[in-house]
């Protein structure tokens, strides 16, 4: 079993569509829940920092954590074309390590 | 956000020679810095760990004599890839933690290997 599983892509939604992303992880160490946003031929950008369990909202992003399921999304609300991307999630043990991230869902936003 | 600077963005090299990829980190001081790696449609894998005045760290099945790195000062990491051949073509990217956890990346380096 792969530490983080994420659902596989290509994922495509009309302009101004709720997007759901998801991730699930097996390591009950993992702490910090970070997603990233990596467009064509660029690195990832850190998009939300979640630590522990609960919601995160900054602009139309939503990160949520339940470390009871070990379970991660990232909604997307009012989707632009612009979102178009591959989203990877990456959850994280305390102290300062490598990231492991999922293989990450690439969203096709349609104008 | 951190500023990670990478350098070059896109290299083009014959087969057999070397290609030296710069990671910058221009915000911070950085005693570690990380390389990953990434092929197409795949997700990032970690290569290494760039550690300031000592080795770096690889992970398992990454030649340390193929992929040289010296983290010569606390902002700048290099990742040398010697003696290049086509399957060493791929997407290389540092990145440079900040605080507990958060890491910040470089733009990346496509290297294309004839």
């Known amino acids: 079993q792969k530490e983080v599983e994420q659902d596989p892509g290509p994922l495509s939604v009309p302009e101004g569509a709720i997007v759901s992303l998801n991730c699930t992880y097996s390591n009950s160490a993992f702490q910090y829940f970070m997603w990233y946003r990596q467009y064509s031929r660029k690195g990832p950008e850190l998009l939300m920092y979640t630590y522990s369990s609960g919601n995160k909202e900054d602009g139309r992003f939503t990160a949520q954590v339940d470390k009871s399921s070990k379970y991660i999304s990232l909604f997307i609300r009012d989707s632009q074309p612009s979102d178009s991307a591959t989203y990877l999630c990456?959850?994280?043990?305390?102290?300062?390590?490598?990231?492991?991230f999922g293989s990450g869902t690439r969203l096709q936003v349609q104008p | 956000g951190a500023v990670v600077s990478q350098h070059p963005s896109w290299v083009i090299c014959k087969s057999g020679t070397s290609v030296k990829i710069e990671c910058r980190s221009l915000d911070f001081q950085a005693t570690t810095m990380f390389w990953y790696r990434q092929f197409p449609k795949q997700s990032l894998m970690l290569m290494a760990t760039?550690?300031?005045?000592?080795?770096?760290?690889?992970e398992q099945g990454v030649e340390k004599d193929k992929f040289l790195i010296n983290h010569a000062s606390l902002t700048l990491s290099t990742l040398t890839v010697t003696s290049a051949h086509p399957e060493d073509s791929s997407f290389y990217i540092c990145?440079?933690?900040?605080?507990?956890?958060?890491?910040?990346f470089g733009a990346g380096t496509r290297l294309s290997v004839l």
């Open positions: 760039s550690n300031e005045g000592s080795k770096a760290t690889y």
């Open positions: 990456a959850p994280s043990p305390p102290g300062r390590r490598a990231l492991t």
């Open positions: 990145s440079v933690p900040v605080g507990e956890n958060i890491q910040y």
